[in-house]
């Protein structure tokens, strides 16, 4: 083992005013030895995730809740100009009630908009006049949507995040300029990253920040009654440093958007492209991307906008189940709105189809079959142990996300796992994860079933099983919309794996 010994001395780092002494010596020992090859682990495909966006990509379906001004003035965009006691719920706001509706639904955490466009803010802010306790209304002066988001999610064991309009139509400082006509960083400074950090005091745990794509530029902005056009929106995000603040404070927050660490998936209509690479853009995502940049999928669950309007209904849990299969299912995260009403509830439509939902994915995806006691599988070929891990091809039936089956370096097509149920059984879904510590991989595959383990049937119609990612969920019927018919009757599942850009790696394959 080699080491570099480097010793700095008098340091001195000037912050604030000069000649201030951090430190007198530091000695700093730099490990140069070369790694440890006993454990024969594959090399990385890079990009890989950072271990923050691999656990945001473990909350795989949360919810959103657009609720705000906007719930009482029709709007989905305000513009700033309100009247804060417009502000009016009839009864105080319950987000407990949201959260236990999509804890029912499947859901695994929630984003709470606590700031839209409009500048105006669900708890008792020192940033602005423009918030909840400006409301002459009784109930908005009871709210603190942030405070009460955290605590209910943090009681029913779910994740959690909020909403933060980095676009502020109320606030004097976006686009103020100086004497000199230079635009200033007053408004990053003085309301946007403090409202961050307000937000942090709600707990460390969060998992998601998100900042609407939506930046502003020309248009009215009712704080200072002007219209303006601004350029270069953006300036007054200072991303950078709002992320290092945020990360510093919450460990675990994805700043979602603007903040570069997961994308849009390019539509808001609930699915992915069946091609999804965790890198690049839009649906699709870019295979030669070089940064890890997961998509993220915004739909509404509701007929109207994505906040509440009288007169909207909810979508059945059928149709949410597709969405479900066509994000989710398609290595993309899915964030589904749910718009609290004027007292701030969900209506009991939405409640009610979130537990059918639940429901459905129980009954559809809840129980594994190639967990079952008898089940065998076998790959055709498999990479060589280490010193103290495996990877074995029962890694991908042993449940647990730790361990997987590999290929040996340079194999990268022509492989086959095959799946023994210990009878036949009908099953309507294949599901596949692959180890994306290690990079993503897999760019082409291919699902068949027998009942006898010599004729074969391909399965999936003609879905592109092309990536894998985080999850990919193949219905075997290639339908998607309606995905729970009487199933395919199969003893053996072959999953072929046609093309990839390194040795493939799987840690799960489930059957349903």
Not at 192 to 197: L, P, R, S, T, V
Not at 478 to 493: C, E, L, Q, R
């Amino acid at each position: 083992m080699k080491k570099i010994s480097i010793m700095l001395s008098a340091l001195m780092l000037a912050v604030g005013t000069p000649s201030v002494a951090l430190a007198q010596s530091a000695d700093f020992t730099l490990d140069t030895a070369t790694p440890d090859l006993s454990e024969n682990e594959p090399r990385p495909v890079f990009p890989v995730p950072s271990a923050r966006q691999l656990k945001w990509n473990q909350t795989e379906f949360y919810a959103f809740f657009h609720y705000g001004m906007n719930t009482y003035t029709g709007q989905e965009w305000g513009d700033g100009s309100e009247d804060e006691s417009t502000f009016a719920p009839t009864a105080v706001p319950n987000p407990r009630q949201w959260l236990e509706a999509i804890k029912a639904g499947g859901m695994k955490g929630g984003i709470a908009v606590v700031k839209h466009h409009d500048g105006f803010c669900l708890w008792p802010t020192k940033t602005t006049d423009h918030n909840v306790t400006k409301s002459s209304n009784t109930n908005a002066q009871q709210t603190n949507i942030p405070r009460d988001f955290a605590k209910a999610a943090q009681d029913l064991g779910l994740k959690y995040g909020f909403y933060i309009s980095p676009w502020d139509r109320n606030s004097a400082y976006w686009g103020k300029k100086d004497e000199n006509g230079n635009y200033t960083d007053d408004y990053a400074k003085k309301v946007f990253f403090a409202q961050c950090a307000e937000m942090t005091q709600y707990g460390a745990d969060q998992f998601e920040m998100w900042f609407d794509g939506a930046t502003g530029a020309y248009g009215y902005y009712g704080g200072t009654n002007q219209t303006r056009n601004i350029d270069n929106a953006t300036r007054y995000y200072d991303i950078p440093n709002l992320r290092d603040s945020i990360h510093n404070a919450c460990p675990n927050i994805i700043l979602w958007g603007t903040g570069g660490e997961a994308r849009w998936i390019g539509n808001e209509q609930g699915w992915a492209g069946e091609t999804c690479w965790s890198m690049g853009d839009g649906t699709s995502g870019n295979e030669n991307a070089w940064k890890w940049f997961p998509g993220e999928s915004d739909a509404k669950a509701t007929t109207k906008g994505w906040f509440w309007h009288e007169g909207e209904s909810c979508k059945t849990a059928e149709q949410m189940f597709k969405i479900y299969l066509e994000t989710v299912g398609r290595n993309a995260t899915l964030i589904l709105n749910f718009p609290p009403n004027q007292a701030g509830l969900l209506p009991d439509a939405d409640v009610t189809n979130l537990k059918e939902l639940g429901e459905m994915l129980t009954t559809r995806l809840g129980t594994d079959l190639a967990q079952q006691s008898g089940v065998q599988i076998e790959a055709s070929t498999t990479r060589a142990n280490g010193k103290t891990k495996t990877y074995d091809a029962k890694n991908m039936i042993d449940g647990n996300i730790d361990t997987y089956w590999a290929a040996p370096d340079g194999t990268t097509s022509g492989i086959t796992i095959t799946v023994t149920l210990p009878e036949a059984k009908a099953i309507r879904y294949v599901a596949l994860q692959e180890y994306i510590q290690l990079g993503q991989r897999i760019k082409g595959f291919t699902i068949e079933t027998s009942t006898d383990g010599t004729n074969w049937t391909k399965k999936g119609g003609s879905i592109q099983t092309t990536t894998v990612g985080y999850k990919r969920i193949i219905p075997l019927n290639g339908n998607t919309g309606s995905s729970y018919d009487a199933g395919t009757t199969a003893k053996y599942v072959r999953v072929s794996i046609t093309g990839s850009r390194a040795c493939p790696t799987l840690h799960t394959l489930s059957i349903f």
